[in-house]
């Protein structure tokens, strides 16, 4: 049974920094693409951050360039989204998800079958 469970999240005030963590059981995913999305209340699902499988390709949304860095360790099938620079507007549930290699639009939710529980992230101003 696949399982990813994500920590990390907590309550911090505009300009701190978080790293997010998201472990995955129950198969390897050296080949899947992993990724970060966040949900604020009220609003959609977004896309954040994704990596692919080489650890090389790296994706994100252009509301998070430049502040937020993605990276994965196969070897322990874990991803981190290290967060720096936070803003009240980054308030959200964050959620990891993997997707299976051959697949289109790494930026879509659904393209994303495997999904943990997610972590909240709060930031005051």
């Known amino acids: 049974q696949v399982q990813l469970v994500e920590s990390g999240g907590g309550l911090v005030q505009a300009g701190d920094s978080l790293r997010l963590s998201c472990v995955a059981s129950g198969r390897a995913f050296t080949t899947y693409a992993m990724a970060w999305f966040r949900q604020a209340p009220g609003e959609e699902r977004d896309f954040v951050a994704a990596?692919?499988?080489?650890?090389?390709?790296?994706y994100y949304a252009d509301s998070v360039k430049g502040r937020f860095t993605i990276s994965r360790d196969n070897a322990k099938n874990t991803v981190f989204l290290q967060m720096d620079n936070l803003q009240p507007e980054d308030t959200a549930v964050y959620y990891c998800?993997?997707?299976?290699?051959?697949?289109?639009?790494?930026?879509?939710?659904?393209?994303?079958?495997?999904w943990g529980q997610g972590t909240q992230v709060t930031v005051s101003s």
């Open positions: 998800a993997f997707r299976p290699p051959g697949r289109p639009g790494i930026m879509s939710s659904l393209m994303y079958p495997f």
């Open positions: 990596i692919k499988w080489n650890d090389i390709d790296t």
